[in-house]
């Protein structure tokens, strides 16, 4: 049997009820058939520092080879501040260090984000991939999932329980690994 389609999904926040790694195992349930979306939790990285790029810790060690091993990236961000969460720019940071040595570099990417107000992460998004440009990554365009007014479509138990919501997620995920497999061809053959 063919090793699955595996996207790596990393959620920008840290809250036990937080919505966004609400929306993220929405999109494990939601993954097409023969991807499988699997997650890596941001808890315990340390700040950024340069001074130890050269021997990060551990857990960034295993986030880089996480990144590379998987055939996509799926980001879902929180807003704070119209803008990117220092956690998931602090985790950006060290898996793109020491120079010479990015882990995202040339990773086809997918972005989604959930927010209590009504523009739904617009700016945090707009923000993140600004930064694709100089990690290399290869973002998708459409489908935006701006989930705006989060606490009306996840239920007390952190289900998407928005059908619309639901269908967007599935749109992005078939989205991406379609950009993937392109993107892969792509690779192929300007390396044969
Ligand atoms: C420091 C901070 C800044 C925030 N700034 C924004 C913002 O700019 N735009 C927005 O829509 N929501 C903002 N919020 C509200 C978040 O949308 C809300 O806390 C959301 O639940 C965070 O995502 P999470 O549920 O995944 O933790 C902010 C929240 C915090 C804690």
Do not use: C
Not at 2 to 22: C, D, E, M, Q, W
Not at 85 to 103: M, Q, T
């Amino acid at each position: 049997m063919n090793n699955p389609f595996t996207i790596l999904g990393i959620a920008g926040s840290l809250r036990k009820g937080s919505y966004n790694r609400a929306a993220l195992r929405a999109a494990q349930a939601l993954a097409p058939e023969g991807t499988r979306v699997e997650t890596f939790d941001l808890d315990g990285i340390p700040p950024f520092n340069q001074d130890e790029e050269k021997q990060p810790p551990a857990k960034v060690t295993e986030l880089k080879a996480r990144i590379r091993s998987a055939d996509a990236i799926l980001f879902v961000t929180p807003e704070y501040n119209y803008s990117i969460p220092g956690v998931l720019k602090n985790a950006i940071d060290w898996a793109s260090r020491p120079y010479g040595d990015n882990a995202w570099d040339g990773k086809p990417v997918a972005v989604m984000g959930a927010s209590i107000g009504n523009v739904g992460t617009a700016r945090a998004q707009y923000h993140l991939r600004q930064v694709f440009v100089f990690l290399n990554m290869h973002p998708i365009n459409q489908p935006e999932v701006m989930i705006g007014n989060a606490a009306e479509r996840f239920d007390a138990e952190g289900n998407l329980v928005d059908e619309n919501t639901r269908k967007h997620i599935r749109r992005l995920l078939e989205a991406l690994v379609s950009w993937a497999r392109r993107h892969e061809k792509g690779s192929q053959a300007t390396s044969a």
